[in-house]
Protein backbone atom coordinates (compact mmCIF):
# COMPACT_ATOMS: atom_id res chain seq x y z
CA UNK A 1 0.00 0.00 0.00
CA UNK A 2 0.97 3.55 -0.96
CA UNK A 3 -0.52 6.51 1.47
CA UNK A 4 -0.46 9.77 -0.34
CA UNK A 5 -1.48 13.05 1.10
CA UNK A 6 -1.69 16.56 -1.06
CA UNK A 7 -1.58 19.74 0.27
CA UNK A 8 -1.05 23.46 -0.66
CA UNK A 9 -3.95 24.38 -2.19
CA UNK A 10 -6.18 27.73 -1.64
CA UNK A 11 -7.42 30.79 -2.81
CA UNK A 12 -5.37 32.30 -5.36
CA UNK A 13 -6.31 35.04 -8.02
CA UNK A 14 -6.23 34.93 -11.62
CA UNK A 15 -2.41 34.97 -13.06
CA UNK A 16 -1.01 33.94 -9.59
CA UNK A 17 0.72 30.57 -8.65
CA UNK A 18 0.28 27.67 -6.32
CA UNK A 19 2.68 24.93 -5.53
CA UNK A 20 0.51 21.95 -4.84
CA UNK A 21 2.64 19.03 -2.93
CA UNK A 22 2.19 15.23 -2.66
CA UNK A 23 3.95 13.28 0.38
CA UNK A 24 3.69 9.14 -0.29
CA UNK A 25 4.51 7.10 2.80
CA UNK A 26 3.76 3.14 3.44
CA UNK A 27 5.14 1.15 0.23
CA UNK A 28 8.41 2.13 -0.86
CA UNK A 29 7.95 5.27 -3.77
CA UNK A 30 10.72 4.17 -5.55
CA UNK A 31 9.60 2.54 -9.32
CA UNK A 32 6.25 4.29 -8.89
CA UNK A 33 5.17 7.38 -11.60
CA UNK A 34 3.13 9.94 -10.00
CA UNK A 35 0.36 11.63 -11.59
CA UNK A 36 -1.95 14.55 -10.73
CA UNK A 37 -5.91 14.84 -11.87
CA UNK A 38 -8.36 17.27 -10.91
CA UNK A 39 -12.83 17.19 -10.78
CA UNK A 40 -13.80 20.50 -11.41
CA UNK A 41 -17.42 21.06 -10.15
CA UNK A 42 -20.07 18.98 -12.05
CA UNK A 43 -17.32 17.51 -14.30
CA UNK A 44 -15.21 14.45 -14.48
CA UNK A 45 -11.74 13.60 -12.95
CA UNK A 46 -9.41 14.54 -15.58
CA UNK A 47 -5.73 14.38 -16.01
CA UNK A 48 -3.32 17.03 -15.38
CA UNK A 49 0.04 16.06 -15.41
CA UNK A 50 2.12 13.03 -14.78
CA UNK A 51 5.92 11.89 -14.35
CA UNK A 52 7.79 8.96 -14.76
CA UNK A 53 10.19 7.24 -11.84
CA UNK A 54 13.27 8.64 -12.99
CA UNK A 55 15.16 5.73 -13.95
CA UNK A 56 18.26 6.33 -11.66
CA UNK A 57 18.07 10.53 -11.30
CA UNK A 58 17.22 11.07 -7.94
CA UNK A 59 15.00 14.03 -9.61
CA UNK A 60 14.58 13.86 -12.84
CA UNK A 61 12.21 11.60 -14.70
CA UNK A 62 9.99 12.05 -18.08
CA UNK A 63 6.61 14.21 -17.56
CA UNK A 64 3.39 14.52 -19.53
CA UNK A 65 0.91 17.40 -19.47
CA UNK A 66 -2.54 17.87 -20.45
CA UNK A 67 -3.01 20.19 -23.56
CA UNK A 68 -4.84 22.72 -20.63
CA UNK A 69 -2.04 23.11 -18.60
CA UNK A 70 1.15 23.14 -20.56
CA UNK A 71 3.56 25.92 -20.72
CA UNK A 72 1.46 27.13 -17.07
CA UNK A 73 1.98 24.11 -14.74
CA UNK A 74 4.99 21.69 -14.03
CA UNK A 75 5.10 18.70 -12.28
CA UNK A 76 8.44 17.24 -10.56
CA UNK A 77 9.42 14.78 -7.61
CA UNK A 78 11.62 14.68 -5.35
CA UNK A 79 12.28 10.81 -4.34
CA UNK A 80 14.50 11.58 -1.00
CA UNK A 81 11.46 12.68 0.00
CA UNK A 82 9.02 10.67 -1.22
CA UNK A 83 7.09 13.85 -2.56
CA UNK A 84 5.73 15.34 -5.83
CA UNK A 85 5.24 18.70 -6.67
CA UNK A 86 2.94 20.60 -9.04
CA UNK A 87 3.56 24.18 -9.38
CA UNK A 88 0.56 26.12 -10.64
CA UNK A 89 1.85 29.80 -12.65
CA UNK A 90 -0.82 31.69 -14.31
CA UNK A 91 -3.91 30.18 -12.99
CA UNK A 92 -6.92 30.61 -14.71
CA UNK A 93 -10.65 30.66 -13.11
CA UNK A 94 -11.19 27.69 -14.88
CA UNK A 95 -8.47 25.79 -12.93
CA UNK A 96 -10.74 25.37 -10.03
CA UNK A 97 -11.38 22.23 -9.12
CA UNK A 98 -10.09 19.75 -6.54
CA UNK A 99 -6.81 18.42 -7.01
CA UNK A 100 -5.73 14.57 -6.91
CA UNK A 101 -1.98 12.68 -6.67
CA UNK A 102 -1.79 9.18 -7.78
CA UNK A 103 0.73 6.69 -8.21
CA UNK A 104 1.08 3.46 -10.31
CA UNK A 105 3.68 1.57 -11.57
CA UNK A 106 4.05 3.58 -15.00
CA UNK A 107 2.79 6.60 -16.12
CA UNK A 108 -0.54 6.69 -17.72
CA UNK A 109 -3.02 9.72 -18.67
CA UNK A 110 -6.16 7.41 -17.62
CA UNK A 111 -7.93 8.06 -14.44
CA UNK A 112 -8.72 4.32 -13.71
CA UNK A 113 -5.47 2.92 -14.35
CA UNK A 114 -3.96 4.41 -11.27
CA UNK A 115 -4.00 2.29 -7.89
CA UNK A 116 -3.16 4.51 -5.29
CA UNK A 117 -5.12 7.85 -4.52
CA UNK A 118 -5.29 10.81 -2.11
CA UNK A 119 -7.65 12.19 -0.59
CA UNK A 120 -7.30 15.37 -2.75
CA UNK A 121 -6.87 19.01 -1.87
CA UNK A 122 -9.05 22.45 -3.25
CA UNK A 123 -8.14 24.87 -5.62
CA UNK A 124 -10.36 28.18 -6.01
CA UNK A 125 -8.70 30.88 -8.65
CA UNK A 126 -10.69 34.40 -7.98
CA UNK A 127 -11.22 36.34 -11.72
Known amino acids: QVQLAESGGGLAQAGGSLRLSCAAS????????MGWFRQRPGKEREFVAA?????????????YYAESVLGRFTISRDNAKNTVYLQMNSLKPEDTAVYYC???????????????WGQGTQVTVSS
Open 102 to 116: AARPGPSTVVNEYDY
Open 26 to 33: GRTFRGYA
Open 51 to 63: ISWSGGSPYYGDT
